[in-house]
């Protein structure tokens, strides 16, 4: 059984901050990508921020010098660093890891259950 669980979100004020995490367990040989979508009410699931194995990162735009994203390889889990809250953050947000699993022969998406942040005054 593979899972990804998030922690972390939650009510902040306008120009807050939060951390969220999220670690994969289960039968891993091997994480290539990990990263955070987020799903505003009424628009589309978008890319907030992505980080392969290699180290690099890809951000959206809209969050750039805001948001960042970490990785803790040994234990399996991204974090995504959240500052200057801006109401317009508010979404669930969602973690994703491209894993390479013991059964599998190619690497398979996986998706968190997401987890609210709503900023707000």
């Known amino acids: 059984q593979v899972q990804l669980v998030e922690s972390g979100g939650g009510l902040v004020q306008p120009g807050g901050s939060l951390r969220l995490s999220c670690a994969a367990s289960?039968?891993?040989?091997?994480?290539?990508?990990m990263g955070w979508y987020r799903q505003a009410p009424g628009k589309e699931h978008e890319l907030v921020a992505a980080?392969?194995?290699?180290?690099?990162?890809n951000v959206v735009d809209s969050v750039k010098g805001r948001f960042t994203i970490s990785r803790d390889n040994a234990k399996n889990t991204v974090y995504l660093q959240m500052n200057s809250l801006k109401p317009e953050d508010t979404a669930v947000y969602y973690c994703?890891?491209?894993?390479?699993?013991?059964?599998?022969?190619?690497?398979?998406?996986?998706w968190g259950k997401g987890t609210l942040v709503t900023v707000s005054s």
């Open positions: 289960g039968s891993i040989l091997s994480i290539n990508t």
């Open positions: 980080m392969p194995s290699d180290g690099s990162t």
């Open positions: 994703h890891a491209q894993m390479r699993l013991t059964w599998s022969t190619v690497p398979i998406d996986y």
